[in-house]
């Protein structure tokens, strides 16, 4: 970057994803014939000026002509375009105040509508250059101040002759009048700005198509640029993860793919090259060869409670972050197993297929009360203490078994064996996670061990039950019921069959996995994951990841930050001091987090560094990732 660079930057959607006078005729005929006729007549003629096919002042004169509008018709229209500021100018508008001086809005718009909305972003009146409007004395718009050359012909032109800026200039926008600043010798550098549209004719005249603002500051090696634009950062989602998901990524300005369903391994290897983010549910298997297999990988999101189906081990190795939405689904479990523990008590799956059989079967043989019955818990986590309180306050007793200590809430009693808990209880609710010590955790001795007439669910994990087993404890009247979520195979997705390894039993309940699927629960996973992502992306913090030391750190708003992740080993901190005082660094703050497998550094050093610095940093021995944040 020039020692003093302006940026010129036009309003129309280029600040705004919008052009202002198509928004003032909506506003203008809302609910009119004219809605639609003036609306194209304008756009048409927006198009064929910014286009450079009809003479600037020529389109403007005919726009007006077409909108008949007063001064509050502009207040309202200013307050609609505030809420449409281009995503990219939003992310950076730190960027405008630090900016104040060299940053002009120049824009054949008019500045009653601009100047409310540009000065929100720190953007001096003075540096706002754009038409006015002429109004009578009932504050109806006449026309337009004609003297001004911004409503003429060329009129960026004319103003940045006058303007005659000492420095070099950088002219952003969307059309053509931006591209002709550049052509007349007054800019540098013309970016065709295509966030909001593209033209293909501006955009053949362009020295650099930004598709974000993002994107021009990394360009021009701006200091306050990210080191790697966020509209490059790639994201694939799988399984179907809410659009919410989707569309704040899109937001913050990624490159966001949606599929429906799982991948496995080997699609899944193809598909993961050039990957930043990936998001998945409980059904990608994540294993070693897919994380080898990605080049680009920096975040994984597990868009779900468990994350037994990643490989966090070959993550942690490649300096990959995990994170997953530990809490987000937690209630829709547990209102999932007090319905289904209810319908199997009353016996309800057997009576329904009766109905469906055209058989009346009116009876209270075997149906019973949940009031006083004993709720055994297996795993009291998140989900089991939460079961544990909703039980309690339907009169159940409830007790619970888990391998670490927990504190018993309510009234709950902690056993410290799982034979006793068997042996006692009506009901058995399983809520272990997935980790591999866990499979067949649940055997036939242990089904042997239920009390005869008891229930079992099972909404934690596939793997956890042995199904043969519990098949025949039901055949058997062994136990009176179940309710299974999770099976040790699932499919991929909504198009596959499947095949219940458990069967045929009358007061049986098979679900598809779907403890955690409400929209609630969804959403706020939707909201949850994404949110932890950007935080990493944009300050690299790593709080609540489930495999990298957690680390929580405020945006620096200036200087340089850097990102290390090493292999725990000792002394990498003082080779990285060492480099960082051999290269004349600054230091304004430094963290450093370690677990048992690595070590996370992050360093903010004062403006200046020289280049050499950050190749020295990806030599420092057991380097796992470095990067340069912005
Ligand atoms: N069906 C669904 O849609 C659905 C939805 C969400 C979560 N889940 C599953 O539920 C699991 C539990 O979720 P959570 O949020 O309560 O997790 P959590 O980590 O808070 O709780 C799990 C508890 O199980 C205990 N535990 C592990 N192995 C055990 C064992 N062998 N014996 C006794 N206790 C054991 C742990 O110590 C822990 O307290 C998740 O890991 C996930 O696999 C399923
Ligand atoms: O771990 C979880 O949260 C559950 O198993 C839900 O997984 P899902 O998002 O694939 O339904």
Same mark, same amino acid.
């Given at each position: ?285 994540? &294993? @070693?060869? %897919? =994380? /080898?297999? $990605?080049?680009?990988?920096? #975040?994984?999101?597990?868009?779900? !409670? ?23 689904? &937690? @209630?829709? %479990? =547990? /209102?999932? $197993?007090?319905?289904?523990? #209810?319908?199997?008590?009353?016996? !309800? ?282």
């Amino acid at each position: 970057m020039a020692d003093k660079t302006f940026f010129v930057i036009d309003f129309d959607s280029t600040f705004t994803k919008v052009e202002a006078l198509d928004v003032l005729s909506d506003i203008l005929y809302e609910g009119t014939d004219k809605k639609e006729i003036v609306g194209k007549k304008i756009k048409d003629l927006t198009d064929q000026a910014m286009a450079g096919e009809l003479s600037f002042r020529e389109a403007l004169e005919q726009r007006l002509a077409l909108l008949e509008a007063t001064k509050k018709d502009v207040t309202q229209l200013s307050n609609e375009l505030k809420e449409l500021v281009s995503e990219s100018v939003k992310r950076n508008k730190a960027f405008f105040s630090n900016e104040t001086d060299n940053v002009l809005i120049v824009s054949s718009g008019f500045k009653d509508f601009i100047t409310p909305v540009v000065t929100e972003y720190g953007i001096k009146e003075e540096n706002i250059y754009a038409n006015t409007f002429t109004y009578n004395d009932k504050d109806e718009v006449t026309g337009f101040d004609a003297s001004n050359p911004l409503s003429e012909h060329k009129g960026k032109v004319k103003l940045m002759k006058e303007l005659s800026l000492e420095g070099e200039v950088v002219v952003i926008g969307d059309g053509y009048t931006d591209y002709e600043i550049r052509e007349a010798g007054y800019a540098k550098t013309f970016f065709a700005f295509t966030e909001n549209i593209k033209r293909e004719k501006v955009l053949a005249k362009a020295d650099v198509e930004a598709n974000s603002f993002d994107e021009i500051l990394f360009t021009i090696k701006h200091p306050m640029a990210t080191s790697f634009p966020k509209s490059k950062i790639k994201v694939l989602l799988l399984e179907n993860i809410h659009q919410d998901a989707k569309e704040r990524l899109i937001q913050e300005g990624y490159q966001v793919e949606l599929l429906g369903g799982a991948l496995d391994e080997d699609e899944l290897c193809e598909k993961i090259k050039g990957v930043h983010i990936l998001g998945i549910r409980s059904k990608t298997m994540l &294993t @070693r060869k %897919v =994380v /080898e297999a $990605a080049d680009r990988l920096m #975040i994984v999101g597990a868009f779900c !409670i468990g994350t037994n189906q990643i490989d966090l081990d070959a993550c942690t190795e490649h300096g990959v972050c995990v994170f997953n939405a530990p809490y987000s689904n &937690t @209630r829709s %479990v =547990v /209102e999932m $197993a007090i319905g289904e523990i #209810i319908m199997l008590m009353r016996q !309800i799956p057997k009576r329904m297929r009766q109905m469906d059989r055209g058989e009346w079967s009116k009876s209270a043989g075997g149906s019973f009360e949940v009031r006083g019955k004993k709720l055994g818990i297996i795993g009291y986590g998140n989900i089991g203490s939460q079961l544990s309180i909703l039980a309690e306050s339907m009169g159940m007793d409830v007790y619970y078994y888990d391998v670490v200590e927990k504190l018993g809430l309510g009234n709950a009693t902690k056993l410290s064996s799982l034979d006793k808990l068997l042996e006692i209880s009506d009901v058995v609710s399983l809520h272990v996670d997935g980790r591999p010590e866990n499979k067949m955790f649940f055997k036939r001795e242990h089904i042997q061990k239920m009390k005869k007439g008891a229930i079992l669910v099972n909404l934690a994990r596939g793997p956890v039950v042995e199904l043969e087993a519990l098949q025949e404890a039901l055949e058997s009247n062994h136990l009176a019921g179940a309710a299974i979520d999770v099976f040790p195979v699932e499919p991929k997705n909504n198009n596959d069959t499947f095949d219940a390894p458990v069967k045929n039993i009358d007061n049986l309940i098979l679900t598809p996995h779907i403890g955690g699927s409400t929209l609630e629960a969804q959403e706020n996973i939707a909201d949850f994951v994404p949110s932890k992502m950007i935080e990493y992306v944009n300050t690299g913090s790593s709080f609540n990841s489930v495999n990298f030391p957690n680390v929580q750190l405020p945006r620096l708003e200036s200087g340089h930050r850097l990102l290390h992740i090493h292999q725990n080993k000792s002394g990498i901190l003082a080779q990285m001091n060492n480099v960082f005082a051999n290269r004349g660094c600054n230091i304004l703050g430094q963290y450093l987090k370690t677990n048992e497998d690595i070590g996370y550094v992050i360093t903010d050093i004062d403006q200046s560094y020289q280049h050499e610095l950050l190749e020295d940093m990806k030599k420092i021995d057991h380097t796992i990732k470095f990067r340069i944040l912005y």
